[in-house]
């Protein structure tokens, strides 16, 4: 199970802090994410932590936003700054063990979702 939070609302400019905890081990597993998601479009991965150490960003949030994981607590974090209006979404932190994780659909666990809006 994961448990996202750490969502609100702020203006532009400003910083957000999300957290997702876990309830399982997440050092085994392949990969660990961020994704979010505005209505009426496709889920959006937006960084990402491969293989234990490779980090990657979605080309709009690279230099903003930084994604960490703490194993002792089976915790990751995503430490948003430079908010911009477009970064307003629902967030979600997955996790999957599989060999393939490029994409959302290639994650099996979810978090709830935690909204992020951002005022300009």
């Known amino acids: 199970q994961l448990q996202a939070s750490g969502g609100g609302a702020v203006q532009a400019g400003g910083s957000l802090r999300l957290s997702c905890a876990a309830s399982?081990?997440?050092?085994?597993?392949?990969?660990v994410a961020w994704c979010r998601q505005v209505p009426g479009k496709p889920r959006e991965l937006v960084a990402s932590?491969?293989?234990?150490?490779?980090?990657d960003y979605g080309a709009s949030v690279k230099g903003r936003f930084t994604i960490s994981r703490d194993n002792s607590d089976n915790t990751l974090v995503l430490q948003m700054n430079s908010l911009k209006p477009e970064d307003t979404a629902v967030y979600y932190c997955?996790?999957?063990?599989?060999?393939?994780?490029?994409?959302?659909?290639?994650?099996?666990?979810w978090g709830q979702g935690t909204q992020v809006t951002v005022s300009s």
């Open positions: 399982f081990s997440i050092h085994s597993l392949s990969a």
């Open positions: 932590i491969m293989s234990g150490k490779i980090i």
């Open positions: 997955a996790a999957t063990s599989s060999v393939i994780y490029y994409r959302p659909t290639d994650y099996g666990y």
